[in-house]
T-cell receptor, first 114, second 117 residues
Framework: DQQVKQNSPSLSVQEGRISILNCDYTNSMFDYFLWYKKYPAEGPTFLISISSIKDKNEDGRFTVFLNKSAKHLSLHIVPSQPGDSAVYFCAASPMNSGYSTLTFGKGTMLLVSP | GAVVSQHPSWVICKSGTSVKIECRSLDFQATTMFWYRQFPKQSLMLMATSNEGSKATYEQGVEKDKFLINHASLTLSTLTVTSAHPEDSSFYIC?????????????FGQGTRLTVV
């Protein structure tokens, strides 16, 4: 049973437009969420995170929104750039693990075309 | 962010042999290290969690005798795939968190592509 779901395996966006990557979770114990970016044959790179006490966190072109009631979060990239093309993983962690364990979604491959 | 180095980045081995993968935290002391495995088009799956100086905790379904994890120091953890078989071919990634890092972030190594022939 997947506790973190990224239902879109891929997303194509034009350069300069907004990319919106979605993530849903089922485990109500999750209260810390992270987004990672991954290039082929490389390890994931941390992008941005949000705790359940917030509903929005922004860092440059990246903004993460959290809707706790819907158990849904999204990553917005504005403006999208070709270098953003990668696989994006959503991950979640429960506070009772000391945030030590991460459950990942399957990832969404983002392709930003010039 | 903190740097985690994983070696080798890729390895090809014969069926029945063992392969060791190293994971090092270069600029912080990793009190906890995690080992993940990723199959094509699948999510990162946690295999085991290791704390320095103690035995690793394996996730359900992961054979501890096949995937030996050692975390002997605060900067080094190793994963040894023993008696490797073609079905063990996968992408293995380590991550680390600990002193000197934001405790809520996990920093990842570059990953190791293992191919068993």
């Amino acid at each position: 049973d997947q506790q973190v779901k990224q239902n879109s395996p891929s997303l194509s966006v034009q350069e300069g437009r907004i990319s919106i990557l979605n993530c849903d979770y089922t485990n109500s114990m999750f209260d810390y969420f992270l987004w990672y970016k991954k290039y082929p044959a490389e390890g994931p790179t941390f992008l941005i995170s949000i705790s359940s006490i917030k509903d929005k966190n922004e860092d440059g072109r990246f903004t993460v929104f959290l809707n706790k009631s819907a158990k849904h979060l999204s990553l917005h990239i504005v403006p999208s750039q070709p270098g953003d093309s990668a696989v994006y993983f959503c991950a979640a962690s429960p506070m009772n693990s000391g945030y030590s364990t991460l459950t990942f979604g399957k990832g969404t491959m983002l392709l930003v075309s010039p | 962010g903190a740097v985690v180095s994983q070696h080798p980045s890729w390895v090809i081995c014969k069926s029945g042999t063992s392969v060791k993968i190293e994971c090092r935290s270069l600029d912080f002391q990793a009190t906890t290290m995690f080992w993940y495995r990723q199959f094509p088009k699948q999510s990162l799956m946690l295999m085991a969690t290791s704390n320095e100086g103690s035995k690793a905790t394996y996730e359900q379904g992961v054979e501890k005798d096949k995937f030996l994890i050692n975390h002997a120091s605060l900067t080094l953890s190793t994963l040894t795939v023993t008696s490797a078989h073609p079905e063990d071919s996968s992408f293995y990634i380590c991550s680390a968190r600990g002193q000197g890092t934001d405790g809520t972030e996990a920093f990842f190594g570059q990953g190791t592509r293992l191919t068993v022939v």
